[in-house]
């Protein structure tokens, strides 16, 4: 199954910023997820990228605050934009698919001050 | 839609005991898959079982084993010989297989091995 770097692992924002969170897989995958997880909560899909289309957002969660690139079928990146202390929270990315399940990204833990 | 439910918020287990940890879904879909994954304090998401709808013979991966009862759209997973390393969240997973095949979770339950 793929194997997937994320980064950064955690980080400390300024309210009012943006950050970018990357995804780096070691084979190709079609599909990509990003989720978001509450602490000690389940993950909650933020959308899905395909790679030459724009991404899909669930209900809740629009492109203006998550801008989703996916400019190959390896990589993959989520931007949380404007951020307020309410965006604290872990991110997740995965791919793979099928039978075999997703493979997740190790999380970013982000904290809004 | 298809949710899930996972009605035991926390569980705990005495080191090598058995515990079962419950899941149903809710679904048209005929055809699905079905996930137990584990979340360490590592925060890496981990997947322990799979199983597909359409086979009737439950999963077993070592000492994990899934009760799949798809009449009942129930998917429990039993751990055996409890390990202090099996101390986790655990999340209950539905994918459809076609279309976008995302996976929905259930809420997760938080199981503690005791020494």
């Known amino acids: 199954s793929a194997v997937i770097s994320q980064k950064p692992s955690r980080d400390i924002c300024q309210r009012g910023t943006s950050l970018t969170i990357q995804c780096q897989v070691d084979s190709q995958v079609t599909m990509m997820f990003w989720y978001r997880q509450q602490p000690g909560q389940s993950l909650t899909l933020i959308a899905t990228?395909?790679?030459?289309?724009?991404?899909?957002?669930e209900s809740g969660f629009v492109i203006d605050k998550f801008p989703i690139s996916r400019p190959n079928l390896t990589f993959s990146t989520l931007t949380v934009s404007n951020m307020s202390p309410e965006d604290s929270s872990i991110y997740l990315c995965?791919?793979?698919?099928?039978?075999?399940?997703?493979?997740f990204g190790s999380g970013t833990r982000l904290t809004v001050v | 839609a298809q949710t899930v439910t996972q009605s035991q918020p926390e569980m705990s287990v005495q080191e090598a005991e058995t515990v079962t940890l419950s899941c149903t879904y809710d679904t048209s879909e005929n055809n699905y898959y079905l996930f137990w994954y584990k979340q360490p304090p590592s925060r890496q998401m981990i997947l322990v079982i799979r199983?597909?709808?359409?086979?009737?013979q439950n999963a077993t991966e070592n000492r994990f084993s899934v009760n799949f009862q798809k009449a009942a759209k129930s998917f429990s997973l039993k751990i055996s010989d409890s390990q202090l390393g099996d101390t986790a969240m655990y999340f209950c997973a539905f994918m459809k297989t076609y279309n976008n095949n995302d996976m929905r979770f259930g809420a997760g339950t938080r199981l503690t091995v005791k020494p």
């Open positions: 199983q597909e709808a359409y086979k009737q």
């Open positions: 990228a395909n790679q030459g289309s724009e991404a899909t957002y």
């Open positions: 995965s791919g793979g698919g099928d039978f075999y399940g997703y493979t």
